[in-house]
């Protein structure tokens, strides 16, 4: 995938293209296009520093549009930050299972304030991500990492991840580096 003869758009489309079929992930095309934008969206933008959970407590009070923003806002900043993310929001207070919970939430609420009917369609958008945050998460791990893990240390991590998480996609990369991941591991 070469950037510079595409654009940030077709880039990302075809890395989460790629991503998707690579996880196996059943993405209805709204969907698709949606991530798509978000993955643009925040290539062009740096991330807002205020705290999710406080934008997420704002959001209970505010009037409906506003509302929807910031849920909006809560939910695609926690699947970025988790899919792109996840490695440095390992040993801290807040780690990726938080920011999946969080967005996951953001998402489902988003999903209840959609019309009905016709006009549904970002309803079903938000019902999907809501559904499949964590699988989205992977999927945007998996073009954020763009390369194999070849060190001992990155196996390590990559298997206290997946001891975190339980992701399909981090146990299929654990086995292609040799690492057999039990039914009966631990957190």
């Avoid at 925040?42 to 959970?53: G, N, S």
Wanted: aromatic residues 10%.
């Amino acid at each position: 995938m070469d950037l510079t003869a595409q654009s940030v758009s077709e880039f990302f489309h075809e890395a989460l293209s790629s991503a998707i079929r690579n996880q196996g992930v059943d993405t209805s095309e709204m969907t698709e296009f949606y991530l798509v934008n978000l993955l643009c969206d925040y290539a062009k933008t740096p991330l807002d520093d205020t705290p999710l959970a406080l934008k997420l407590t704002e959001a209970k009070t505010a009037l409906p549009e506003e509302r929807a923003r910031q849920l909006r806002t809560v939910g695609d900043q926690s699947l970025y930050v988790s899919g792109f993310f996840s490695d440095s929001l390992r040993r801290r207070l807040v780690d990726v299972d938080y920011y999946i919970h969080l967005g996951g939430s953001a998402y489902l609420q988003l999903a209840h304030m959609a019309p009905r009917g016709t006009t549904a369609h970002f309803g079903e958008v938000y019902r999907e991500l809501a559904g499949k945050f964590p699988r989205y998460v992977d999927v945007l791990a998996e073009i954020s990492s763009g390369s194999a893990i070849t060190s001992e240390s990155g196996v390590v991590e990559l298997y206290e991840r997946w001891l975190r998480t339980r992701s399909e996609w981090l146990e299929r990369k654990l086995r292609a580096q040799g690492v057999l991941p039990g039914k009966g591991d631990v957190q």
